[in-house]
């Protein structure tokens, strides 16, 4: 199993805050035996509850991901994303990832923005809409993926690009015969 540092930092900020599981779930609207697994490490989550756990903790999302802070720019050199984060992209699959995240922007202190290169998998039929505060700005570098927003479908080819509100379910998946790769920036207010 890999690392649980997402797990562990949530729970040190819970702890910190002196917030119960089921007060952390009753505020954030995430089920608590579902935080429970997080913290545990026991399953891979999607973004949509770290989203909503992170507001409810009062820190950026980037305070779950990140490895370490620093004030000057972050720079990432062409090949050179230096961790990776696994999540599932469906919130009732959490045993296994299919989206591989390279963060851009690990390290940034004060961020709103999380800038992401993302593998994306093929679709499977038994995916749920997701949603949470923000915004998203998705760029397609290679293959093709099926955005789900609202009642609308838009199905995007290497170059198309597409930015919407995040607070409208949502999902998307890699289309096709292959998987894809997206350049992805969340916005989350704070």
């Known amino acids: 199993m890999p690392e649980n540092t997402v797990g562990e930092r949530i729970k040190q ?7 119960t599981v089921d007060e952390l779930a009753e505020r954030s609207g995430v089920n608590a035996e579902l935080i429970k697994k997080i913290e545990e490490g026991d399953i891979i989550p999607s973004l949509t509850p770290l989203i909503k756990i992170s507001r409810t903790l009062g820190v950026r999302l980037g305070t779950l991901l990140d490895d370490r802070v620093q004030d000057e720019p972050v720079i990432v050199r062409k090949g050179k994303t230096e961790r990776v984060i696994h999540f599932s992209g469906y919130e009732e699959k959490t045993d296994t990832s299919n989206l591989s995240f390279h963060s851009l922007g690990a390290g ?20 749920k809409l997701s949603s949470h505060e923000g915004e998203e700005f998705i760029y397609v570098l290679e293959g093709e993926i ?25 999902h998307l998946h890699a289309a096709g015969e292959e998987n894809a790769r997206i350049l992805a920036v969340v916005y989350t207010p704070f």
């Open 13 to 19: 900020l819970r702890d910190n805050q002196n917030i």
């Open 146 to 170: 099926e955005v789900i927003y609202g009642q609308d479908r838009y199905l995007l080819s290497e170059g198309d690009s597409i930015y919407y509100d995040s607070v409208v379910p949502h």
């Open 108 to 127: 940034k202190g004060d961020r709103h923005m999380e800038p992401f290169i993302i593998d994306v998998e093929l679709h499977t039929d038994d995916f």
